[in-house]
């Protein structure tokens, strides 16, 4: 969703002043909310059973939303900005090695842009793909000139930061961020070609993503 409508929302958002209720609040709320909802007692008409029992579940519901309010509305409309995420990357990424004589660069983001999720799983994802791009491109040069040693660190360092890669778990929101099984697989896979001495798996990866 573009920036300038989540701003929009948010600005017009009734509950964005709200703050969390204590227990005592959530008592006196819930009391407040069966006492207007309860139906009158009548006469020869008794209600069902299981009235009360929904009109207790729909009250206890509207405590909980109440107090988890100002957290959805947090996660809602106060995700990763820009500097979050640069300030997450300059911290993680001393955590992943490089080839020999690699240097970071800087990351290219969108001064409006909103990075949704934790900002810290953003920055050592950002992270992780510079990596993947430079030991795939290190081996690559190694085999070409055929320096064994080289391609066999390489391949040393893509297990290092395979080691390092957060998972993203079946079901879990994309915002999570992470890699799933398959895209776990496949660096597998092309860290185990790129041992054998194959280079097509490392090839099409620098062609697809580097």
Known sequence: MPADIRSRLAAADPARDLAPIGAVESQLLLGSIIGATSPRPVRRHRAPRRTPRLLLAAALLAVLLLGAGFTVYRAAFEPGSPDDVRSS??????????????????????????????????????????????????????????????????????????????????????????????????????????????????????????
């Open 89 to 210: 990357f300059a911290a993680v990424r001393d955590r992943v090695p490089l080839p020999p004589g690699t240097t970071w660069s800087e990351l290219n983001l969108d001064s409006n842009g909103i990075y949704a999720g934790d900002p810290d799983r953003t920055g050592l994802m950002m992270a992780l793909f510079q990596a993947q791009c430079a030991w795939v491109s290190d081996w690559d040069a190694a085999d070409r000139s055929g320096d064994g040693a080289r391609a066999a660190a390489a391949v040393q360092g893509m297990r290092q930061i395979r080691a390092l890669m957060p998972v993203h778990h079946a079901g879990e929101s994309e915002d999570a961020g992470g890699f799933d099984d398959t895209s776990i697989a496949a660096w597998d896979a092309l860290a185990a070609h790129a041992a054998a001495g194959d280079p097509e798996l490392a090839r099409q990866y620098l062609r697809a993503n580097c």
